[in-house]
């Protein structure tokens, strides 16, 4: 069965520095790979999806995701933080043999040091 | 703006009730999933209902239950409460059920079984 690994529960950087948010999914066959934010007290928002094409993949508030299937990795980057990226991000992953369930990582808590 | 709302926001019950949640998906999408967010987990697949009719179901055992309604509304129903179904409850609605289609997400139920 398909499984999502988010290496870090907590990651803390400093405002404006670079950040990577790392996601492991344990099938190699065809999936598709998303990233969630969750702020405090909202709901999740969509980041970013990889379907199919470039394995660079960019998205909402200057974050971009690189899908690698030799390493099964899909891992969050952004150049530069701001404090507004305190949140907790999800790593998920959906194939059709699931008829595209979603399956989720157990998340990942940026936390931005002034 | 999602568009999707969850009532109740707060809720608390006892071991052995019944809770019903409430979702309004955004107009148009014929597609409502629930999902069951325990503390400092991601999100686990519920079900997924597709104009009105179970459409895939995670491991969750049958006193888990819903309902769509054609008003776009619909339901998660959880009888027998038992202290393991304390979580954060998140409906999330979508055009279609493939990976095409985003998932908006509504800001969630938290339910607290004493």
């Known amino acids: 069965a398909q499984s999502v690994t988010q290496l870090d529960s907590q990651v803390p950087v400093f405002e404006e520095a670079p950040v990577e948010l790392r996601c492991n999914y344990s099938s190699s066959v065809s999936v598709y790979l998303f990233w969630y934010v969750q702020y405090p007290n909202q709901g999740l928002q969509l980041l970013l999806k990889y379907l199919s094409g470039s394995t660079l993949v960019k998205g909402i508030n200057g974050f971009e995701a690189e899908f690698n299937k030799s390493q099964t990795s899909f891992h969050l980057r952004k150049p530069s933080v701001h404090i507004s990226d305190t949140a907790e991000y999800f790593c998920a992953v959906s194939e059709r043999s699931s008829n595209y369930q979603l399956i989720w990582g157990a998340g990942t808590k940026l936390i931005i040091k002034p | 703006e999602t568009g999707v709302t969850q009532s109740p926001t707060h809720l608390i019950k006892t071991r052995g009730q019944q809770v019903t949640l409430r979702c309004s998906s955004q107009s148009g999408h014929n597609t409502v999933s629930w999902y069951q967010q325990a503390l400092g987990q991601g999100p686990q697949f519920i079900f997924q209902y597709y104009r009105e009719e179970e459409n895939g179901r995670g491991n969750f055992p049958p006193r888990f239950s819903g309902l769509q309604f054609p008003n776009y509304s619909s339901e998660l129903n959880v009888n027998a409460l038992e202290l393991d179904d304390s979580a954060l409850y998140l409906c999330?609605?979508?055009?279609?059920?493939?990976?095409?289609?985003?998932?908006?997400f509504g800001p969630g139920t938290r339910l607290l079984v004493l």
């Open positions: 999330a609605s979508s055009l279609g059920q493939g990976p095409l289609d985003t998932q908006y």
